[in-house]
């Protein structure tokens, strides 16, 4: 087995580095974040141009994949640019619908995809991600009760919303009419069915999941001007990441696929989910360490640089040794695609992440917590793909129980 990307997998990275520099993603994140989607757009046209979604489309329907390692490396660079909108979801919805047995919804939506006039999201729940930028709105539905496996101390296993811990991400205004930190409704969630990233509703009566394609959601409101607020009208929902930006699930919809075709393809998508948001979370782990190093580096106390001291080098080599021990795994599970090394590459990296962004916090002082400063882009990233596609808790009982994880799609 080979860990280390071939000469065509880091020129493909570098190709990609070169084009998200040029882009100036903490503009395109911030547009995004007010619900203009323009730049963000462009962006994504130029990413899909150079073949990211592709990699997840056959060949039979314009794509070049399934090739999950190259969507790996090419996933560390999203993250580490900080690439807002349904990356992740396009990914995912666009293996969702080449494993159906019917060949119908693929032929009809992967293509343009996989070539980037379309994007998608996927609802797991009652919100669906960017679900008014996505132009293919899917939802998974499942007739059955969706047993939800009690896990440590009797909390649902597949429950992926930050609950009550105190959020690492930035939340205070830098202006001068801040006034503290304003109340953060994703990290404030309770463990509860309303969460958006856990899929409980059932459809009343049928012998196996539907697969639908629902319609727009309500139009938001203009735009705001503080990032990642929401409407209360349109039901738009702020999210710990002002970057994502959910909205209420609208009933109904075109049926695309029923039966036990669509758990099957629902696995199949999850695999690929967590492969996706490990890789995303290992590139936003390195973005947050390469920025904390270069500013000790420049900050200085007692006449000298605060990375002189002995002990932000120990937090430093801290998050720096667990960001290389995750890169393997998300390799590896690249590689094997077995549900098993997806869920610890997904636990390990997101970890290592929100331990990388935890510790840039502390090192970079009051400035980082600051939302208008550019380290709370991947800040507040790193603390929301922690439990996207999985919590902590999740993945590890995926790891002990053989990655046998078909019940935690909802």
Request: glycine content about 8%.
């Amino acid at each position: 087995m080979r860990f280390l990307p071939t000469t065509e997998q880091r020129a493909f990275a570098d190709a990609l580095t070169a084009l998200l520099t040029a882009a100036d993603t903490p503009s395109v994140v911030r547009d995004w974040s007010r619900g203009d989607h323009r730049s963000g757009r462009a962006l994504w046209s130029r990413v899909a141009e150079a073949g990211v979604f592709a990699l997840a489309v056959p060949e039979a329907y314009a794509g070049l994949g399934p090739r999950p390692v190259e969507l790996a490396v090419a996933f560390v660079e999203l993250g580490r640019y900080a690439v807002p909108g349904p990356v992740v979801e396009t990914v995912t919805a666009a293996v969702l619908l080449s494993e159906l047995d019917d060949t119908g919804p693929a032929e009809r939506l992967l293509p343009a995809l996989a070539s980037g006039r379309s994007a998608a999201t996927l609802a797991q729940g009652p919100y669906a991600l960017d679900a008014d930028a996505a132009d293919v709105r899917l939802t998974v539905s499942a007739p059955h009760a969706p047993t939800r496996p009690a896990g440590p101390a009797g909390r649902p296993a597949n429950h992926r919303a930050e609950a009550t811990e105190p959020p690492a991400a930035p939340r205070v205004s830098g202006s001068a009419e801040g006034s503290g930190p304003p109340a953060d409704p994703e990290a404030r969630t309770s463990r509860t069915p309303a969460d958006p990233e856990v899929r409980t509703s059932r459809t009343p009566a049928g012998d196996g999941s539907e697969l639908r394609l629902t319609p727009a959601p309500a139009p938001a409101r203009a735009p705001s001007a503080t990032p990642g607020a929401g409407s209360s009208r349109d039901g738009l929902r702020p999210s710990l990441d002002p970057a994502r930006r959910l909205f209420p699930v609208p009933p109904g919809g075109e049926l695309l696929a029923a039966g036990p075709q669509v758990d099957v393809a629902a696995s199949r998508a999850l695999a690929w989910a967590r492969l996706a948001t490990a890789a995303q979370a290992l590139g936003v782990g390195l973005a947050l360490l390469d920025r904390t190093v270069a500013y000790v580096g420049q900050r200085t106390q007692f006449g000298v640089p605060v990375g002189s001291f002995q002990a932000v080098k120990h937090r430093l080599a801290d998050a720096k040794i667990a960001l290389e021990f995750a890169r393997p795994l998300v390799l590896g599970a690249a590689v094997t695609m077995d549900a098993r090394d997806l869920a610890a590459a997904k636990v390990t990296a997101c970890e290592a992440a929100y331990a990388t962004a935890r510790t840039a916090l502390q090192l970079h002082g009051a400035i980082g917590y600051t939302a208008e400063y550019d380290l709370s882009l991947w800040l507040t990233k790193a603390r929301a793909l922690r439990t996207a596609w999985g919590d902590p808790d999740t993945c590890r009982d995926a790891v002990l129980d053989g990655g046998d994880h078909s019940s935690q799609w909802w």
